[in-house]
Structure formats: structure tokens, C-alpha cells
């Protein structure tokens, strides 16, 4: 069967077999249980219909426990689940989005074999793979130029290594790059789709940038062009320009947001276009603009511009959240974790 959400072919059994309430009865049920109890954990929706739901629900535990049962090898809290058979140890890779892939364990397998494992099955290539296991990356070689293996970082069987794709590596000489957001007005109503950009100095949160905060306070680096709205068309425009060499040697973390206003989620604005380019060179995308999978999120965390080894480099996130441009806090809070445990 294939989930309308994610796009994944999965077992009948992943798919739910009754509705959450009876408010939501009225639609078949075309979501498999890894999107339906994501949406409520971090939307408190259905994601089909968008009614209201709470983590309180008897189906919703129902749900969880049935995926705790169905893959005991991934944490639920991650909202990754991989099927595992019983019989043999697995290791899962696994994006922060949720695109993953599964080896059979063996403890003897070097990290360039891992890796070119996920450059065949996820299509990363060897080069932009940033592999995570408890807040390690996994390097390659050690001290003695010896190639590592999956045994020296002590990852036990059935773990879960979590892959941060680098999308670019900035050259020296560029410095303003674009992030660019265009969407259209939800049925009925004008209405926002935020885009936003969290600046930190290593953990410490600095400042936010956005419609209604245009111009960074700690630095000239960072611009927000507000709210352009074009009524008549029905669209709406956002564009946050960053001139990369005025960014104070202070400040090593830039992360790009959009999130729903009053909507209850994304799905509700039609045809959303994000392009993040250089500026000299508009059509050469920094950062995939795919956010279907966050359709029925509030919030999506888009991308990362980090400053690492010296230089500045691109990495994807698409990780789903709560929160908006009225109440920032549970996107921080997320943003903040992903900082603890190395992903940005």
C-alpha cells in the first residue's frame, strides 16, 4: 500500500485499521501510522483532515503502541520506524526527515563502506554524507590512517546513525545568498506563510530575523524584505537576504524556517515556492525546495547555514515542528536540540 502522505510503499499492516474520532470518519484512511501520529505529536491534527486531536487519544496510543510493537529497533520518539526481523541485527541510516535505509549489522564494516551503501540506496553522495551516532560524526580514518569500522565507535546492534546531507560547501569568494518564499493565499482568506531565519552564536540563541523583526540587530548581515502581498494575484512573497562576509565571527548559525500563521498547517497554502540561491547565480538551488512531507505540519525546519572548519556549508534538515511566527518557542526548543545533538 502506498502512504497519500510520505509516498512510501509499505506493509497493510503500518496503515491504521479505525479513525481517530468520529469528527473524521468521513475520509478513508490513506495515511500510514508513522505520518498520523507524527502529525498529532507535533500538530495535535489529523493529518488528513486537519481536526483537532491530542496525544490523549485512545487511538493515537493504540497507534504508537502498535508501531512500538512492529519496529522495537527504533526509538518512537524520533518518528523513524524501520521493519526489523527478529532473527538478525540491524543498523538503520536514517535523514532527519525520515528517509532512511537498513544494513545488517556487522561490527568488522568500515564507515566508507556505510557510506557507500547510502550514496547507492538514498542517492547522497559519498562526499555531502555527515554520518551522526550519539553526537559523533563518524570519520572515516583515525590517528594511524587505518580505516574505521563500526565496532571502534562502539555502535551495538539495531542503533540508529543518523545521516546530515551537505548541499553545499560555500567558495570564499561568494557572499549574499537568497532565500526567496512565494505561496498562495488559502481558500477564502489572505493569509501568511512565514519565512523565517534563527541566528546562533554555537548554542546560544542570538536573535530571529523575520516579517516583522527586518533587520538583524546584532549584525548588517541579515535583511528581511516583510510582508509583500499581492491581493489581487493572491500571493504572498518573502525574501531574506544574507551578505555572508559581514556576518560577525561571533554569530556561526543561521537556520531558515517557514511556518503556517493562522492555518492550521502548510497543506493549506497552495502552489508555496522556495528557492535558496546565491545571488549571482539565481537559478542554482542551495537547498531542495520538496516540503510535501510537511504538508501537514505547522512548521518546517528547512535548512542550516553553519559555519564549520573555517568555511560556510549548506545542510539540509527538513525536520517537522511545531510553532509560528506568533509563538517561537517550540521551534526553538527544536531547533536548540538539533544543535545538542550535532545536526546543526
Known amino acids: 500500500m502506498i502512504c497519500k502522505l510520505c509516498g512510501e510503499d509499505k506493509l497493510s499492516k503500518e496503515f491504521p485499521h479505525a479513525h481517530l474520532i468520529e469528527e473524521c470518519s468521513e475520509h478513508p484512511l490513506l495515511h500510514c501510522l508513522r505520518c498520523v501520529t507524527n502529525a498529532i505529536k507535533n500538530n495535535s491534527k489529523c493529518s488528513q483532515c486537519g481536526i483537532d486531536v491530542g496525544e490523549d487519544n485512545i487511538q493515537y496510543k493504540k497507534y504508537v503502541a502498535t508501531l512500538g510493537f512492529l519496529f522495537p529497533a527504533v526509538e518512537a520518539d524520533e518518528g523513524v520506524y524501520e521493519s526489523v526481523d527478529d532473527s538478525t541485527s540491524h543498523v538503520v541510516i536514517t535523514t532527519l526527515s525520515g528517509e532512511r535505509t537498513t544494513l545488517i549489522y556487522d561490527p568488522e564494516q568500515t564507515i566508507m563502506s556505510v557510506k557507500d551503501v547510502v550514496e547507492k540506496d538514498l542517492k547522497t553522495p559519498f562526499s555531502n554524507q555527515c554520518l551522526l551516532f550519539n553526537e559523533i560524526e563518524l570519520k572515516l580514518k583515525g590517528q594511524d590512517d587505518q580505516l574505521l569500522k563500526i565496532k571502534d565507535y562502539e555502535i551495538p546492534p539495531n542503533s540508529t546513525i543518523y545521516l546530515l546531507v551537505l548541499l553545499y560547501a560555500i567558495p570564499e569568494n561568494f557572499d549574499n545568498v537568497v532565500f526567496d518564499l512565494f505561496w498562495g493565499y488559502p481558500e477564502g482568506k489572505k493569509d501568511y506563510l512565514d519565512a523565517s531565519v534563527f541566528l546562533y552564536s ?13 533587520a538583524s540587530k546584532s549584525c548588517s548581515a541579515v535583511q528581511h ?51 535558496f540561491f546565491e545571488l549571482k547565480f539565481p537559478d542554482r538551488q542551495l537547498c531542495s525546495d520538496e516540503m510535501s512531507h510537511a504538508a501537514h505540519s505547522q512548521a518546517i525546519i528547512m535548512c542550516s547555514l553553519t559555519k564549520r572548519g573555517g568555511g560556510w556549508q549548506v545542510f539540509s534538515l527538513k525536520h517537522l515542528s511545531a510553532g509560528n511566527a506568533m509563538n517561537y518557542d517550540p521551534l526553538k526548543k527544536k531547533i536548540a536540540n538539533l544543535i545538542k545533538q550535532g545536526y546543526i
Open 225 to 275: 524584505s516583510g510582508d509583500v502581498m499581492d491581493n489581487i494575484k493572491r500571493l504572498g512573497h518573502h525574501t531574506i537576504n544574507v551578505s555572508i562576509k559581514s556576518i560577525p565571527a561571533q554569530i556561526n548559525k543561521l537556520v531558515f524556517t517557514l511556518s503556517a500563521w493562522n492555518s492550521p498547517n502548510i497543506s493549506k497554502y497552495p502552489n508555496p515556492s522556495l528557492k
Open 202 to 214: 554555537d548554542t546560544e540563541f542570538v536573535e530571529v530575523v523575520d516579517y516583522n523583526d527586518r
